[in-house]
């Protein structure tokens, strides 16, 4: 009895002590009426090791929001005194691959800070809009 005792103390302590990880997620919400089209690169991730002079494209449908990017950090505070978006090293939205914009969307003042239900996960959302074009 005493040694089952013994595990589940190990056992927990072990686990207790993991520190968690925090995730970011990178939204981008299409709030116009045309498909959107975006390519990115990421500042950090297999991808870009890989492929450094690759582009992730996507398409956004109209009135939709998708993810671009999830990033993994040790630390729980993002930084909200930045100026730039430092997880994208390269953004450009375009709509239907024709019309581009000439907005800086890297800008963190265009990017809203929320947290999910989850205490572990916070979302940037980038709403691009109509005027945006």
């Known amino acids: 009895m005493k040694k089952r005792y013994f595990f589940l103390i190990i056992a927990f302590v072990l686990l207790a002590a993991c520190d968690p990880i925090y995730g970011y997620k990178y939204e981008v919400e299409n709030l116009t009426e045309s498909t959107l089209v975006v390519e990115y690169l990421e500042t950090e991730s297999i991808f870009v090791r890989q492929y450094p002079d690759s582009l992730r494209r996507i398409r956004i449908a109209p009135n939709t929001k998708k993810a671009i990017f999830l990033q993994n950090l040790p630390e729980a505070s993002p930084n909200q005194s930045q100026s730039r978006i430092e997880a994208l090293q390269h953004l450009r939205i375009s709509k239907a691959d024709t019309i581009f914009s000439n907005v800086d ?16 996960l916070y979302v940037y959302r980038l709403q691009v809009q109509q005027g945006d074009f």
Do not use: D, G, M, V
């Open 105 to 120: 969307f890297l800008q963190s003042s265009r990017w809203a800070l929320s947290q999910e239900k989850n205490p572990t």
